[in-house]
Every structure is written in structure tokens, then in C-alpha cells.
């Protein structure tokens, strides 16, 4: 941390340190005078080892709680770590205090050094303050000021530890299993509120409030009916990624990579590869542009055997490709995201024909086409290039906002055009 950084980040230190014992302390009594408190446990749970060395890990968070504050390398950085901190405890205490749980867990008698940890830990705590796990949604946002800080051995330690971290919260009977999924996700949906990077252009704060009653929708469902209900949890998880990625205009939080995406994100992907189809169910699924370049929908597997080349522009759908450019859906690119997909077409000359994909192809593939286009020399100008993709696609859909963003880039690249 740079020197002129320390008093801030004792500062920040000073106010989240009381503020969590106080509003962690508050639940906790507020929740012991209630007549009654359920709990949420499944019976394979009581089967759980308790180790009582995990109890380490599980103090260290205290320590790494303060450090983090102390690795910040900007005040923006700080302050926005900072309101992380202050959002995650506040949620987690609204949680808390509306759906409040119990442990059931009873643990052995101790000896030793464990037994003062404890001890030291059971001064404070009680058995509430369960769903979600606050040790977990820490872990979850103290873990990127970490790994910027660290490499190699010691990243790989580090994070070996923090999941340490997380195990300890249930090794050492402090959670049952439902609160440590909870507390990822928690932690998760704090970074996504208060993120590193956004992409004002792409953003839709619609889609953002769409999606995320979806996922709270399914999840009310899931804890209401419980049993085969649980499974409602992954679609929901699934569909709160989303509201991420439109809340800050980031296709990453969809986690594609190389063509593939993580299993937690399979229930949206199953959601728009059936919307894809159902939408062109009665259309031509691709059609030739130019030069062997054609555009279209995110192809099946015998669609797929007609073109040795393929550019993928969708950031939600599993495709084997020569180059992925992930764009979310309904947002318009970027000029670099654009540049990639023009280049990325151009490297294809030898390997026609080409499809340029989208989930439809009815936009993010069409702009890509336009401006190969351009960059080929094919048309003089936006409108040109626009005019040559409806006529080899008529039901594309490009409007205002594309077509100014294609524009755009196109004097980006070219300078204004005459």
C-alpha cells in the first residue's frame, strides 16, 4: 500500500470492525429472544466430522479481514472494497433478522488449545446468524484483494486456505451445509453490485430486474417447498449471474471460456439455446453474405459439419469455434469486441466457407458482418454495409442503437465518412 493510503484504510478499519461486532451481536441477541427459531439441516449433515483444529482457519479470517484494507493500491480501490465490506454485512444481517436459522449442531467437549479458541468464539457467538454464511461471502470478496496481490506458491497457498476457510465454518459446527452455497452466493452478488469493471454501453438495467426477480423467485420457491425443490437453487444461482452480467455489462460473469461454459450457468444456457430455436424454428438458419463469409444462428451439430470455420459472438451458448467473442445478448458491442470479430473473419479466408453466429443471428452477427464489410472494402460506408446484411438476412434485427454503434466504429476505423 502506498503510504498515503494507511490512514484512510485505518480509518475504514475503524468503522467496519465495531460496526460488524455490533450488527453481528444484534441479530444474534434480537434472535435469542424470539420464542422459537427453525432450523435448516439435512440428516446426512449429523454425519459431518468435527474438527477442532479448523477452528484456525476459522479465526484467521479476522486477520485477513483487516489486511485486506491494508493491500489496497488506490483509494478507489479501497473505498470500493470498502463499501463491499459494509454491503455484505448489512445484507447479511437483513438476512439474518428476517429469515433467522438455528444450528443444531452439539460439539464435543474440548481440551487443549482448541478449547480456548472456542471458548474465545462462544463468548460472542451464538448458534443464529446462519443463512448466509458471512465467513463465506467474506472469503468470497477478500479473495480478489489477495489474489492481486499474490503469484505462483503463494497465491496457490492462499487460496488453498481460503477454502480452507470455508470448510472450517462447517468442520468446527458453526454452519449447517445450506449456509455455505448461501454465502458464496451473497458474497458473490456484492461483487457483482459493486464491480471492478463496468461497460456502461452494454448495461440494461431491465433485463438486470427481469432476471434477478426470476432468481429470487425460484429460490423463495425452493426454500417454501424444499425436498426435490432444492434443485431450484441451480437455475436460480444461474439466472442471478445473469442480472450480473446486464447490471454491469460484463459477458465474464457468464464464464465462458474457450467455447465453454461452467456447469452453474447450464440452466440459462439451456434456456436460450431452446429460445434460439424456437425463434428461427421456421427461418433459414444461415445465409451467404460474401466471399464464402455467411451469417446466422448459433448452428446444431449438422449445421455445424458445412462450414470449416465457424466465429462465435454469443456469450451464452457452448460452441466449438475457430474464435469466440462473447457479446451479451440485446447490448451492442464494443469497438473492441468489433474489432476482434472483424479480424477474427478475416483469418478465416483460407478456410471458407465461414458462419458469423449469434444466438439467432439476427444482430450481434449481422454488426459483425457490417463491419467486415467496411473493413474489406466491400461497402463505403454503415448504411452500405447494413443494406448488404439485410439483403442476404432479411429477418435481421438491427436497430438504432446498432446501427449508430456500427457507425461509430466505422469512423473509429476509417474516419468520418463523405
Known amino acids: 500500500m502506498m503510504p498515503r493510503l494507511w490512514p484512510r484504510a485505518l480509518l475504514w478499519l475503524a468503522f467496519l470492525a465495531p460496526f460488524f461486532f455490533l450488527t453481528y451481536n444484534f441479530a444474534n441477541h ?16 449429523f454425519n459431518l466430522p468435527f474438527l477442532a483444529w479448523t477452528i484456525l482457519p476459522y479465526w484467521s479470517s479476522d486477520l485477513l479481514y483487516a489486511g485486506s484494507l491494508m493491500l489496497c493500491r488506490s483509494r478507489e480501490e479501497l473505498d470500493r472494497h470498502g463499501r463491499r465490506l459494509l454491503a455484505i454485512q448489512c445484507f447479511s444481517v437483513a438476512c439474518f433478522l428476517i429469515f433467522p436459522l438455528r444450528c443444531l449442531y452439539l460439539k464435543p467437549a474440548l481440551s487443549g488449545w482448541t478449547r480456548h479458541l472456542f471458548d474465545s468464539l462462544l463468548s460472542f457467538d451464538q448458534p443464529f446468524n446462519q443463512a448466509p454464511s458471512l465467513h463465506l461471502s467474506l472469503a468470497v470478496i477478500l479473495w480478489p484483494v489477495y489474489r492481486a496481490r499474490t503469484s505462483g506458491f503463494l497465491r496457490t497457498f492462499t487460496a488453498a486456505w481460503f477454502i480452507l476457510i470455508g470448510i472450517a465454518a462447517w468442520t468446527t459446527y458453526q454452519h449447517h451445509f445450506i449456509d455455505l452455497p ?6 458473490i452478488l456484492v461483487l457483482a453490485a459493486l464491480p471492478t469493471n463496468t461497460y456502461p454501453n452494454a448495461i440494461r438495467p431491465r433485463l438486470t430486474v427481469l432476471y434477478l426477480l426470476a432468481a429470487i423467485l425460484l429460490t423463495f420457491g425452493a426454500f417454501y417447498t424444499e425436498g426435490l425443490a432444492w434443485l431450484l437453487l441451480w437455475p436460480a444461482f444461474s439466472l442471478s449471474l445473469v442480472a450480473s452480467a446486464y447490471w454491469t455489462g460484463d459477458p465474464a460473469w457468464l464464464g465462458k471460456r474457450n467455447g465453454r461454459l ?43 459439419q458445412s462450414f470449416p470455420s465457424l466465429i462465435d459472438l454469443t456469450a451464452e451458448l457452448p460452441l466449438a469455434s475457430n474464435a469466440c467473442i462473447p457479446i451479451l445478448d440485446l447490448t451492442p458491442p464494443s469497438f473492441s469486441q468489433l474489432d476482434a470479430a472483424v479480424a477474427a473473419i478475416e483469418k478465416t479466408a483460407n478456410d471458407r466457407p465461414t ?22 472494402g466491400q461497402a463505403r460506408s454503415s448504411v452500405e454495409a447494413l443494406a448488404a446484411v439485410r439483403r442476404a438476412r432479411p429477418q435481421v434485427v438491427i436497430g438504432a442503437s446498432l446501427t449508430h454503434r456500427l457507425q461509430q466504429w466505422a469512423e473509429y476505423r476509417n474516419g468520418p465518412s463523405i
Open 30 to 45: 434480537f434472535t435469542s429472544q424470539r420464542p422459537s427459531v427453525p432450523s435448516l439441516a439435512f440428516t446426512w449433515e
Open 355 to 376: 458462419l458469423v453466429c449469434c444466438a439467432l443471428g439476427y444482430s450481434r452477427s449481422a454488426l459483425a458482418a457490417a463491419g467486415w464489410l467496411i473493413a474489406s
Open 262 to 304: 461452467p456447469f452453474w450457468i447450464w440452466p440459462y444456457v439451456a434456456f436460450a439455446w431452446l429460445n434460439s430455436r424456437i425463434w428461427t424454428r421456421s427461418q433459414t438458419p444461415n445465409n451467404p453474405l460474401s466471399n464464402g463469409v455467411w451469417i446466422g444462428r448459433a448452428p446444431n451439430a449438422k449445421e455445424r
Open 182 to 187: 448461501t454465502g458464496i452466493w451473497a458474497g
